[in-house]
DNA sequence: GTCTATACTTGGATAGAC
DNA sequence: GTCTATCCAAGTATAGAC
């Protein structure tokens, strides 16, 4: 329920706000280029061709934009993974890729969250609330696939997909964490996602028999 | 003349000014994440353990930091690849290897060029400066080069080393700088070094038959 | 030599003209 | 909707205590 209010937000403010679409490509470009904190309005305006004051038009201040530029990067993020998982044709491939492969692209969106301690934290709910949102969506495709799958007689489970989906994608999401956390949480560099991955696909081969 | 006062200046400073040299170092950490102008002074003095106000006892404002951390990298870029210019056998393995790995190089020292259009056209004085530096050190150091191959009957000039070195040493300069700038001059991206590098390499091949 | 205090400049944010 | 003017906080730089 949220999530459609939300989602229908989203599309309006897409379709309807070319200036705020704009604000936010402009956004995102510079929130990669320098981070939240090094970031500054004037930057931002210049980028989208608007006075710094005419920001806040569209927005209430700069963590918004931030706020808003993650959450389209990580719609987007998601968008493309689906379709990429889809131009599979076996479906236990497309379980495969789907579950590591976001925690691979994970990597290249993380610029996002180059943030000051400070800033973290109080951004920190936001990112929960957009992860809550996120992990709806991608477990319900995951359920799709796995149903396919049951249906196509390409695998069984003794419980039913949707608490597969869930378990599968929760284990995706702990090896992507963890490989996260053991480099300090929120700071790109370092994070052992090709390690991840390999556990995650060492699983799958035993859940798949 | 000039070249050895500012050498001794340069060594002094190095041996009998750790807390200098940290900052540098320090300086340089920063430089190369931010680039100049995202860069606070705060950033340098806390990575370096110094209120920020003491920076100005070894310094006179932050351009001259970054002036100085650009010569010290310079520097050690140079003698760098001497050493592994020198690691060759061959002397005309040497000659190629010098020419074509300083352009290679310069793409990873650029980042430190990541300036402003504003602070450019300030600090582009000084760029020529450590410039005019460098290149009479590389030019005699490819001249004692050359004159190795002469005696060694690698190969032979109708021109004296000295200026053969030159004439090879612009040529080198003039693809590096060719591919910076159609890049944009300064703007770190998609310098085409590697064209630049296969342009010399062919070179060499007619200049040593 | 290093710091605190402070003058001056730039960045984040608001008010109000157009 | 967009901008200028303006407030307050942070950044650059200086003066001066210790």
């Known amino acids: 329920m949220f999530r459609v209010t939300f989602a229908l937000k989203q599309r309006r403010a897409m379709k309807e706000n070319p200036k705020r679409e704009e604000i936010l490509r402009a956004g995102s470009e510079c929130f990669a280029r320098f981070g939240f904190d090094k970031t500054t309005l004037d930057d931002i305006g210049q980028l989208a061709g608007l006075n710094k004051a005419s920001l806040y038009y569209y927005f209430k201040n700069k963590e918004d ?104 994608f929760y284990l995706s999401d702990a090896l992507k964490n963890e490989a996260l956390r053991s480099a300090g949480r929120f700071i790109s560099g370092e994070a052992d996602f090709p390690g991840a991955i390999e556990k995650l696909e060492r699983l799958l081969r035993l859940v798949f028999r």
């Open 65 to 168: 934009i931030f706020i808003a530029v993650v959450l389209a990067e990580t719609q987007a993020f998601i968008s493309d993974l689906k379709t990429k998982t889809l131009a599979f044709s076996d479906v236990r491939k497309q379980v495969r890729f789907f579950l590591t492969e976001r925690i691979r692209r994970y990597g290249e969106v993380i610029h996002l969250t180059k943030l000051s301690v400070d800033h973290r934290q109080k951004l920190e709910p936001m990112f929960d609330q957009v992860y809550e949102e996120t992990k709806i969506k991608e477990v319900a495709f995951l359920t799709e696939l796995l149903k396919k799958g049951v249906a196509e007689n390409a695998f069984s489970f003794p419980e039913p997909s949707a608490s597969v989906a869930e378990s599968l």
